[in-house]
């Protein structure tokens, strides 16, 4: 019985879906434990994560944009893939120790959700951080597989499913049938981008200067990509960039959904030019099957809409886009000694 208890706990698997803005943590039988912002707090100019190492997730994410001199908040993924590895790892080694309270006779095996786009060197790094964190072995899976399988798509069989993962900031778009991505694009436009675009908005228009906290709140809040039954309005307090002082402004959705025209644009291009490149009978059977929106940036208003517009096909936006990928890893690991044959694994690499 002690035994039984204590292998069971030794045997702790884990799914990952490392996201550029929000990390998910998932225990095989527990369902997603953690759910923490990708951010990390250090001492400026150097990789030493603040607070004895504990500076991440939600604690960091307080202190974006607000952290003195001294103090640098980052987030290692946000331009693309991994744009700091140390800081990733110091990152994923956090999060792994949160959620197998630091026990370190706990080498739990790891399934983690990357792009697709994904460099090996990027990968190797993901294995190595992985691996010093403590897994006992490392299992990569393609972020639209797991969308996918998170979302309840039919991605094993003869048919194809495309799912569209909008996050912070990479959007992936990919088009997949029998247990593999058929086509796919990674495009650096997504939640960040739009975020940008609010701020020089901003910057343009009223002189203002604002955070990327800010324009995320108003991005959600009153951000739109077509036409709203009711136009909203929203106070907005950022710094006056002329005097130098504080005040605040009141913006339509109107003008927002016009600020985000470009990035959004973008992101319906990518989609479009997926479509283009996808054979003929994969492309029929999604006449049929439509297209899963994922991801944070899936709940933008109208976007759905735009979309189905701009490709004349039935698009949905999955149940709870922002845990879609987890759920999805959460199924890799239900299923994991019959199907890690066929996963990327770091036994592969050695
Ligand atoms: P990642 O997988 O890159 O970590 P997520 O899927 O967690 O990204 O999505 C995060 C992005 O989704 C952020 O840019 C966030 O601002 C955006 N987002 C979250 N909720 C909404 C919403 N209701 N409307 C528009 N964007 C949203
Ligand atoms: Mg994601």
Redesign the pocket.
Known sequence: MFLDSLFGWLGVDMGI?L?????LVCVRGEGIVLNEP?VVAVRKGTNRVLQNGNAVGVVAKEMLGKSPGSISVIRPLKNGVIADFDITEAMLSYFIRKVTGGNRLVRPRVVIAVPSGITAVEKRAVYNSAERAGARRVYLVQEPMAAGIGAGLPIAEPTASMIV??????TEVAIMSLADVSVSDSIRV???E??DAIINHMKRTYNMHIGPQTA?QI??EI?SACQLNEELTREVRGRDMISGLPRKTVVTSQEIREALKEPVSQIIEAVTRTLERAEPELAADLVDNGVHL????A???GLRQVLADATGLEVRIVDD??SC?ARGTSVYLENLSRWKDTMESDEDEA
């Open positions: 879906d996201g550029t803005c929000n990390t990708s993962d909008i996050g912070g900031g990479t997504a939640g960040d739009l975020d995320e991005k959600i951000g994922a991801g944070g940036g709940l933008l208003r886009p922002l990928v």
